[in-house]
C-alpha cells in the first residue's frame, strides 16, 4: 500500500507520521469519536478534530483508490456521510463474507440493531477491509 518501512513513525516534537493500515485505523477510530459525541453526549466536535477527520478521510480515500476499491468515492463529487448507513448484505458484499459472519464483525464495525436488523456504516466497512491482511 505505502511501500516498506513501518505504519506509525513518531518524529518528536509532538509529530507522529502515519501510514497506510494506519491512516485507516486513525481514521476509523477519529471518526467514531465524533459519532459517540454527536450521539451520546448531543454536542458538536472540536472543530480540530473534525479537521484532523477531514484529513484523514481524504488520505484513507486515496488509499482505497490505490487499491483498487470500486466502492470509493470520487473526492470531487459529494463527500461521504459519516452517517452513510449499509445494510448487512451491502457490508458482506464489500468484504466478500457471508451475512452471518458480517453479523459475527457487527461488534468490530461498530454496527447497531435498528428495528431487528444490523446497519453498519460504509466507512468503518471500508476501513476494516482495508485494514484486514488480504
Known amino acids: 500500500m505505502t511501500g516498506n518501512g513501518p505504519a506509525i513513525i ?3 516534537g509532538g509529530q507522529v507520521l ?9 481514521a476509523r477510530l477519529v471518526e467514531h469519536g465524533v459519532r459517540l459525541t454527536r450521539q451520546r453526549d448531543n454536542i458538536a466536535p472540536n472543530p480540530h478534530v473534525l479537521s484532523l477527520l477531514d484529513a484523514l478521510r481524504a488520505e484513507a480515500g486515496e488509499l482505497m483508490s490505490a487499491v483498487g476499491h470500486s466502492d470509493v468515492r470520487d ?3 459529494q463527500p461521504p456521510s459519516e452517517h452513510e448507513e449499509i445494510t ?5 458484499e ?10 459475527r464483525l457487527a461488534p468490530d464495525l461498530g454496527a447497531r440493531k435498528v428495528g431487528g436488523a444490523w446497519v453498519y456504516e460504509r466507512s468503518a466497512v471500508t476501513a476494516y477491509a482495508l485494514a484486514e491482511p488480504a
Open 88 to 92: 448487512a448484505a451491502e457490508a458482506a
Open 75 to 77: 473526492h470531487d463529487d
Open 10 to 12: 513518531r518524529l518528536g
Open 18 to 26: 502515519l501510514r497506510g493500515p494506519a491512516v485507516l485505523d486513525a
Open 94 to 103: 464489500l468484504l466478500g463474507v457471508t451475512d452471518r459472519h458480517i453479523r
